[in-house]
């Protein structure tokens, strides 16, 4: 995709300045019944350049979106909870669709009702 640098933007409205008075000027030169007729087969042209423009372009560069970097977890280490509590050493995020990679990952031990222990990847609900 071209870049908006400012050189770029100053052109584009210069020349579209030019165009406005290059309109304005044929105009009044020719009269408006026969700029009707020219602005009649020039916006047939026009639109059918528009029409055929995304086929005359080249395809989109493989990959399309990139992907973001994943999330890393290592060596999390162990996670131990009781009585209904939480233990988390890995990721954990929040409705998040995102690559994750977790490497070498502790034990996790949940003892009790409600108990929750990980060492991984953990997603929750968004609030």
Do not use: C
């Not at 055929?52 to 977890?73: A, C, I, K, N, Q």
């Not at 995020?93 to 490497?103: H, K, S």
């Amino acid at each position: 995709m071209p870049r908006r640098t400012r050189p770029w933007v100053w052109a584009g409205r210069v020349l579209f300045g030019v165009i406005v008075v290059a309109l304005a000027v044929h105009l009044v030169v020719v009269g408006l019944d026969e700029a009707d007729k020219v602005a009649s087969g020039i916006s047939a042209v026009v639109a059918l350049v528009a029409v055929g423009t995304p086929y005359l372009l080249p395809p989109p560069s493989p990959g399309g979106v990139p992907t973001p970097e994943p999330d890393r977890s290592e060596d999390t280490g162990a996670a131990h909870a009781t009585g209904g509590g939480q233990a988390n050493t890995g990721l954990q995020a929040a409705g998040v669709e995102r690559p994750a990679q977790i490497a070498r990952s502790g034990d996790a031990t949940a003892d009790g009702p409600g108990s929750v222990a990980n060492t991984g990847v953990q997603l929750r609900r968004r609030a």
